[in-house]
């Protein structure tokens, strides 16, 4: 029997808690961008692993579509004509470490995004989230789903 090495792992599945935007959270690099509390934008923290995979850590934006209690995203086009896309900005957090520092390495450290409330209606602060990777199909490349984890199955 021959045993094929992996190339490429990841966690199917993740849990998170969909967070307020806090400027004492968030790296002293975005002051000038971010330079205040935004309680009109609900902030995701990405799962780490599946940012590699999808390709989202080297994108500047992130294409989000939301589909009432469940958001995909992807850097490609997913076709989903009747549903509205949100083109989200992308940044970064320290990975284990200083959550003010300047010093952030797109290669290692986290990965989030924050989408206006207008958005996305049916989530609030605090909601917790499942994170699930969809492997490419013919009818869509890979991406992100999240979802709230009470709407999960």
């Given at each position: 029997?021959?045993?094929?090495?992996?190339?490429?792992?990841?966690?199917?599945?993740?849990?998170?808690?969909?967070?307020?935007?806090?400027?004492?959270?968030q790296s002293v690099v975005y002051q000038n961008e971010l330079p205040e509390d935004n309680e009109e934008v609900l902030r995701?923290?990405?799962?780490?692993?599946?940012?590699?995979?999808?390709?989202?850590?080297?994108?500047?934006?992130?294409?989000?579509?939301?589909?009432?209690?469940?958001?995909?995203?992807?850097?490609?086009?997913?076709?989903?004509?009747?549903?509205?896309?949100?083109?989200?900005?992308?940044?970064?957090?320290?990975?284990?470490?200083?959550?003010?520092?300047?010093?952030?390495?797109?290669?290692?450290?986290?990965?989030?995004?924050?989408?206006?409330?207008?958005?996305?209606?049916?989530?609030?602060?605090?909601?917790?989230?499942?994170?699930?990777?969809?492997?490419?199909?013919?009818?869509?490349?890979?991406?992100?789903?999240?979802?709230?984890?009470?709407?999960?199955?």
């Open positions: 029997m021959k045993i094929v090495p992996m190339t490429e792992t990841v966690d199917t599945s993740s849990h998170s808690v969909v967070r307020p935007h806090r400027v004492s959270e995701f923290d990405l799962p780490w692993d599946m940012v590699n995979i999808v390709g989202i850590r080297w994108a500047d934006r992130l294409r989000v579509i939301s589909d009432n209690d469940r958001l995909l995203m992807s850097v490609l086009p997913l076709p989903r004509p009747n549903l509205y896309e949100y083109d989200a900005p992308l940044y970064l957090s320290k990975r284990n470490g200083f959550v003010k520092s300047s010093e952030l390495v797109i290669e290692s450290d986290n990965v989030y995004t924050l989408l206006p409330k207008e958005f996305i209606p049916n989530w609030n602060a605090y909601d917790t989230v499942e994170y699930s990777y969809i492997h490419e199909t013919e009818k869509d490349d890979r991406h992100i789903e999240a979802k709230h984890t009470n709407n999960s199955s």
